[in-house]
């Protein structure tokens, strides 16, 4: 758990202050564009996933995706019975960008919001030569996160 902070800590140091240098960062609030606070553009809540590994097999089972910030979250997989992953994403313009550094590699996704509240992205792993497709399905609002098994 300390690792996954960490990773999230140095990711967000990381990302600031280059967007602080090209100016994407205004320190006048006034030209900091706040988040609506209609529930229909807060992403958090319980999907459930379905996708492909980099050699084609089919994978399922359920994220967790839960606000952090005006457009940041932290996303919380649950794949095949017990593979846990975990990563923090920005969101802009209807796309949410994930970035993930496990014990294995480090991941990218990015899923596009559709109006019915899925996502259909795709992602990568450091060293794949392509993408593979990941489809979040938005479930009922008050839906618990499955607990991955011991």
Not at 4 to 17: C, E, F, H, K, R
Not at 73 to 88: D, K, P, Q, R
């Amino acid at each position: 758990m300390i690792r996954v902070l960490l990773t999230i800590v140095l990711v967000l140091s990381l990302a600031l202050p280059a967007c602080a240098q090209q100016g994407t960062l205004e320190s006048d609030s006034s030209q900091v564009q706040k988040a609506p606070s209609d529930k229909s553009s807060d992403l958090s809540g319980v999907y459930e996933v379905q996708g492909h590994n980099p050699d084609f097999s089919p994978y399922k089972g359920f994220a967790e995706i839960v606000r952090f910030g005006e457009n940041v979250y932290l996303v919380h997989w649950v794949i095949n019975a017990g593979g846990e992953t975990i990563g923090v994403g920005i969101v802009r313009d209807g796309i949410l960008a994930v970035s993930v550094h496990s014990d294995r590699q480090p991941t990218v996704a990015v899923y596009k919001l559709s109006r019915d509240g899925n996502l259909a992205g795709e992602w990568t792993i450091f060293g794949a030569p392509e993408t593979r497709p990941e489809n979040l399905r938005k479930l009922p609002e008050g839906t618990p996160m499955p607990v991955p098994p011991a």
